[in-house]
Nanobody, 125 residues
């Protein structure tokens, strides 16, 4: 069993930065695939980024490439999403997710077993 808690959301002006954190409980965090998803108002939840247990493989949705960086610190049981050059269209509730390693489609939310409660990110223009 893994429990996930996000933090770091807030209100920021366009062009600004935020760093989201996802703290995980459980002894097997280091072996889990981790991902970030977001849900904007009136839209379905969508993939943002994912990282394999070792950090050696990372995926990003095209709209955040070059602006967002996903990382993890396994000894601290924490995953991060550094978000730079934020745009109003990045406004959403951001969720972290986890699943045992070996995912076939890390960008698919149905592959993930565990989810956090979400943290709100609002980017003003």
């Amino acid at each position: 069993q893994v429990q996930l808690v996000e933090s770091g959301g807030g209100l920021v002006q366009a062009g600004g930065s935020l760093r989201l954190s996802c703290a995980a409980s459980g002894r097997t965090f280091s072996s889990y695939y981790m991902g970030w998803f977001r849900q904007a108002p009136g839209k379905e939840r969508a993939f943002v980024a994912a990282i394999r247990w070792s950090g050696s493989i990372r995926y990003y949705v095209d709209s955040v490439k070059g602006r967002f960086t996903i990382s993890r610190d396994n000894p601290k049981n924490t995953m991060y999403l550094q978000m730079n050059s934020l745009k109003p269209e990045d406004t959403a509730v951001y969720y972290c997710a986890a699943s045992p390693d070996g995912l076939r489609y890390p960008t698919d939310e149905n592959e993930y077993e565990y989810w956090g409660q979400g943290t709100q990110v609002t980017v003003s223009s």
